[in-house]
């Protein structure tokens, strides 16, 4: 009765101090109890890179409504490139009378609302080519035909160039302005005499197929001085093909659009060459330690991810209750970042091999999420907190009999639609909480 009873009264001191917990203790010493807080450097912690990873749709699978074009250099994470690839479908039959010339040909782009890079104060012309693929792309039917970031570009021919510097405004009115060379000028003649690649396929699971092996697709390709990595919409009338011509006096034009129920592809592309402190991470069985450097990065789209072992919990006295555990992870911050710090970081299951494996969850079977606090005071006090209460409590029972010290690795909620980094010079915390008594 007496262990019951102090439960109920830690539970109700720790209520009324609002979770600041730093605090707890003082107002127990008369019962010879109290809370133990033992704070630990996280020793083995570094950074791992993913091989790869899936970037596209899938040819039954749900639709990406973002891709990314651009390039980003700095010495913390290094070059990390991106080039969107993406097949377009007819929107309709055409309806082209045999006499139309053909005017010009534009390709249309949206921005999607990410972007990464300096913007502000010293932004420079983003430069972009866009090319049409010379091969259907390749599908590893092992893997259910999902396309890697790794995956080759068959580079064809170039259509054209946009040019723009990365504000809003100017990236609303920007286009391809495409040259009318020999494959554009005969696309456009099949159109006109309605070749029979405008038809749908009745027998093929891919609607367009005759239209695809024809026009394997297209691929945007940044240039080697740009310094922005730039979200693209990804939905059918945002992103478009359109071939100008008119008839008398009346100018008119034809579509080629981004038909996701088409079963078309879309794909990013995206290599990163690791800066000097990351160099070594040539294969994902590779850790780079903390200690190394005094570094480790996690980082959307490049593949870094932070990998943790905790240390085994303290299980040799007997009586003590773990009222709460938590993680403390202190980014770097910048004033005005040109990469933003995500509002929070997942936690997955690893081990040796750095193999992902699956997201970490609490009793209660939500996901155990590291939450971004600011500091409005001083953001060198800003950082992510995990709580791990429940699945440590659980960890004190299971440790002695498996011997094993869990390994995680943290990584955004969505690597492979965000940029988003985070950046550690300090090592994490482990901060476990003890209620403490005397039989």
């Excluded at 693929?133 to 890697?148: A, Q």
């Amino acid at each position: 009765m007496r262990i019951i009873f102090f439960l109920v009264f830690t539970i109700l001191v720790l209520s009324s101090c609002n979770n600041d917990l730093t605090t707890i203790g003082q107002d127990l010493i008369y019962n010879e109890n109290q809370i133990e807080v033992k704070t630990s450097f996280i020793e083995q912690t570094g950074t791992v890179r993913l091989d790869s990873f899936i970037t596209s749709s899938g040819r039954y699978g749900d639709a990406i409504s973002q891709m990314f074009m651009g390039r980003y250099e700095d010495q913390m994470s290094g070059t990390t490139v991106t080039y969107p690839c993406f097949q377009l479908v007819p929107s309709s039959t055409p309806n082209i009378a045999a006499r139309i010339k053909l005017d010009s040909v534009t390709f249309h782009f949206k921005f999607g609302n990410k972007l990464w890079g300096d913007t502000i104060s010293s932004p420079q012309i983003q430069t972009f080519d866009l090319y049409r693929l010379s091969e259907l792309p390749y599908l590893n039917t092992e893997k259910g035909e999902y396309i890697y970031n790794v995956a080759p570009i068959a580079w064809g021919d170039s259509l054209g160039r946009v040019s723009f510097l990365p504000k809003r405004a100017n990236m609303k009115e920007a286009e391809f302005k495409l040259e009318n060379n020999d494959f554009l000028i005969d696309l456009f003649e099949k159109m006109k005499y309605e070749d029979p690649i405008f038809k749908p396929s009745a027998n093929s699971a891919i609607s367009y197929f005759k239209f695809l092996n024809y026009f394997k697709g297209l691929a945007i390709k940044t240039a080697e001085d740009n310094n922005c990595i730039i979200g693209i919409s990804m939905l059918p009338d945002s992103l478009f093909m359109r071939f100008h011509y008119h008839d008398t006096d009346v100018k008119q034009y034809y579509d080629l659009k981004l038909l996701t129920q088409s079963n078309a592809y879309q794909y990013n592309a995206i290599y990163t060459q690791p800066a000097d402190p990351f160099k070594s991470l040539t294969n994902q069985r590779i850790i780079v330690p903390y200690s190394e450097n005094d570094i480790a990065i996690t980082q959307g789209m490049s593949g870094y991810m932070i990998k943790l072992i905790l240390p085994f919990p303290d299980t040799k006295e007997t009586y003590k209750t773990v009222v709460k555990a938590e993680i403390e992870l202190k980014p770097l911050v910048w004033p005005f970042p040109d990469i933003a710090l995500p509002s929070s970081l997942y936690v997955y299951s690893t081990n040796t091999y750095n193999e992902v494996g699956n997201i970490v969850y609490n009793s209660t079977n939500n996901p155990i999420v590291g939450k971004y606090v600011v500091d409005s005071e001083n953001i060198d006090n800003n950082r992510y907190i995990f709580d791990i209460t429940d699945y440590y409590q659980n960890l004190v029972n299971t440790a002695p009999i498996t011997g094993k010290e869990p390994q995680f690795l943290l990584t955004l909620p969505d690597m492979t639609n965000s940029f988003e980094r985070v950046i550690i010079k300090e090592k994490p915390i482990l901060r476990v909480y003890y209620a403490s008594y005397k039989d």
